[in-house]
């Protein structure tokens, strides 16, 4: 699968195969996609808590809200937590300097690669952005902010390719000389 089929079929997963689980040679090629990312003087400002089984079960429910989103994170076999980690020295000098978050654009970087090869290996995910930081914390035993958690899994049998809906490319680029 070349980059541009990744990025034609990757898509959220929102029903997955909660009997089928993840094997883990995949996981392992999974997360050192996410470790070979680039990011600001190399800083890699992230941890990934990897949650399976209970633990997996129990920090499902707490991606909830609003009347229902992201109900289905309770069918992923693995959720992925991504936790804001500090600067490196030179990263944190530079985002001082220039006013810039590099640690969210590292995070982001990291995810689109970790997702990128979740799907190179055949499986589906979903980044969340809604969830309750402080019990995922508590129940992960981490100390540093949550960014996102990332659902992981096959999606179930019939789960069909969705028409990707995207802007205009002359709208998102401008070509100057």
């Not at 909660?18 to 996981?27: F, M």
């Amino acid at each position: 699968m070349n980059f541009m089929e990744i990025a034609q079929t990757r898509q959220s997963c929102r029903s997955y195969d909660e009997e089928r689980p993840v094997e883990q040679e995949k996981l392992e090629a999974i997360l050192e996609a996410a470790r070979l990312a680039p990011s600001a003087c190399n800083g890699q400002p992230w941890h990934i808590t990897v949650c399976r089984g209970d633990l997996a079960k129990e920090v499902a429910p707490l991606t909830k809200g609003m009347g229902g989103m992201n109900k289905f994170a309770i069918q992923a076999p693995i959720l992925l937590v991504i936790s804001e980690q500090p600067y490196v020295r030179a990263a944190g000098l530079a985002a001082k300097a220039k006013n810039n978050d590099y640690r969210s654009m590292d995070i982001g970087i990291a995810c689109a690669y970790l997702t990128a090869e979740a799907t190179a290996q055949g499986l589906s995910t979903c980044i969340l952005g809604w969830f309750d930081d402080e019990k995922v914390r508590k129940l992960c035993g981490i100390d540093h902010p949550i960014r996102l958690i990332i659902t992981l899994g096959y999606a179930k049998e019939g789960d069909i390719l969705r028409k990707k809906v995207r802007k205009d490319l002359s709208d998102l680029v401008t070509y100057k000389e």
